[in-house]
C-alpha cells in the first residue's frame, strides 16, 4: 500500500512537471469568458467567447486617427503613462524601449501607450516625447483619447483606474498588457521590472508561434 | 636623545595622520553607502541604474565635468528642482522638468556624494556642511 502511495505521489508530481512544461509552450488567455450554444449543420455546438478589448478613438503621435481597427492583424502590447510623470513612467519607457527594439522590424506586432493626462498630452507633445525618447516609424504609437473613455478602457485591460490625487498627480501602475490578434490579452508584466520585460519580449515570440496569430 | 625625540613625534604624527584620513574613509563610505539607498528610491526611475539617463528624455550623470563646474547649484537642483531651464549635458540639451524633492540637507549630502563618486565620476565627498552652505544660495 505504501508503495502504491508512493508510486501515486511520482506520478502526480510528474504529472504537474509535464503540464507546466505544457504551459510554456501556449500562453493563457485572461479575462472573463462566457459559453454561447449556438447551431451549426443542425448540430448544437458550445463555444467559448473570451474577453476582448473594446474598439476605442484616439489620435497618434502623428495626428493620425487610431481605433482598435488599426489594430487588426497585430499582436500589440499596451501601456498607460503620461509624459510629465516624474515616478515609474520613465522605467516603464526604458524597459519598453527595449520591446520596441526587439520588434521594430515586425509588422505584426505594435506598441501602444495611452496616456491618462490627454489635457497635457497634445499630439504635438506626444510628438516631442517620441523624438527624444528616439521611437520613429509606426511600431510604438502614443496615443491621446478622451480622458473619461481612456480611464473607462483601463478597466477591459484589467488594469487599476487611474486616478488623480490631491496633487492633481495621476496615480497608475506600471503594467504591460499583452493582446493578441484576437484582441484576447494574453499575459501582463510589471513594466517596471527589467526581468518580467525580458519575459514578455519572449512571450511575443512564443505567442507569435501558435497558429491562431499567423 | 634628539632624534629619538623626532622619531617619536614623526610616528605619532603619522599615527594621527592615518587615523584622520581612515576616519575621513568611513564618513565617505557611510555617505557614499546611503546616498546610494536613496537614490534608488528617488533618482534611478529617470535617471536609471548606471546614471544613463533615457535617450534625449532625462540626462544622463555621467558628465564629470557637468559635475564639476555645477557642483554648488547640484544640491539646489535636488531641492527645488528644475523648471523651464536648459542643461547641456554630454553635449547635448536637455530641457525637461526635474521635480522637487522632500529630502533633507544631509540626504542631499549623502546622495550627491554617491553620484559624484559613481558612473565614472571620482570627486570625493560633499560634506552636510557643504550642502547647507549651498543651500543657502539657491536662486
Known amino acids: 500500500m505504501k508503495r502504491l502511495i508512493g508510486a501515486m505521489a511520482v506520478l502526480f508530481l510528474a504529472s504537474a512537471c509535464k503540464f507546466n512544461s505544457a504551459g510554456n509552450n501556449t500562453l493563457p488567455i485572461y479575462g472573463n469568458r462566457t459559453p454561447v450554444t449556438k447551431t451549426v449543420d ?143 490579452i494574453r499575459g501582463t508584466y510589471d513594466g517596471t521590472v527589467p526581468d518580467q520585460v525580458n519575459h514578455l519580449i519572449a512571450n511575443i515570440k512564443i505567442l507569435k508561434a501558435e497558429p491562431d496569430q499567423k | 636623545m634628539k632624534l629619538k625625540v623626532i622619531s617619536a613625534l614623526c610616528l605619532l604624527s603619522a599615527i594621527l595622520i592615518y587615523a584622520c584620513h581612515n576616519d575621513a574613509n568611513i564618513t565617505f563610505k557611510r555617505y557614499y553607502t546611503t546616498g546610494k539607498v536613496i537614490y534608488t528610491a528617488h533618482c534611478q526611475n529617470c535617471h536609471g541604474s548606471d546614471g544613463q539617463g533615457l535617450s534625449a528624455l532625462m540626462p544622463p550623470l555621467t558628465d564629470t565635468a557637468f559635475l564639476r563646474k555645477n557642483k554648488a547649484d547640484l544640491s539646489c537642483f535636488i531641492k527645488y528642482g528644475l523648471k523651464d531651464k536648459i542643461l547641456i549635458v554630454n553635449k547635448k540639451a536637455y530641457d525637461a522638468d526635474m521635480p522637487a524633492s522632500d529630502l533633507a540637507p544631509i540626504e542631499i549630502a549623502e546622495v550627491l556624494t554617491y553620484i559624484t563618486n559613481s558612473f565614472g565620476n571620482n570627486q570625493g565627498l560633499i560634506t552636510l556642511q557643504q550642502a547647507e552652505a549651498d543651500l543657502l544660495k539657491c536662486k
Open chain 1, 42 to 184: 443542425g448540430k448544437t455546438v458550445t463555444d467559448t467567447l473570451y474577453q476582448t478589448i473594446p474598439d476605442f478613438k484616439t489620435i497618434n503621435q502623428y495626428g493620425d486617427s487610431i481605433t482598435g481597427k488599426s489594430l487588426n492583424g497585430n499582436i500589440y502590447v499596451a501601456d498607460f503613462f503620461f509624459t510629465t510623470c516624474p515616478s515609474i513612467c520613465p522605467v516603464m519607457h526604458r524597459n519598453m524601449l527595449n520591446v520596441y527594439q526587439a520588434y521594430k522590424n515586425d509588422k505584426d506586432v505594435k506598441i501602444i501607450s495611452y496616456t491618462i493626462d490627454p489635457k497635457h498630452d497634445s499630439v504635438n507633445v506626444l510628438k516631442k516625447y517620441a523624438d527624444k525618447l528616439g521611437i520613429a516609424g509606426n511600431t510604438w504609437w502614443l496615443l491621446q483619447g478622451k480622458k473619461e473613455e481612456i480611464y473607462k478602457l483601463s478597466e477591459s485591460y484589467l488594469v487599476r483606474k487611474p486616478e488623480e490625487d490631491a496633487k492633481q498627480l495621476f496615480i497608475h501602475d506600471g503594467y504591460f498588457i499583452l493582446v493578441d490578434k484576437q484582441k484576447r
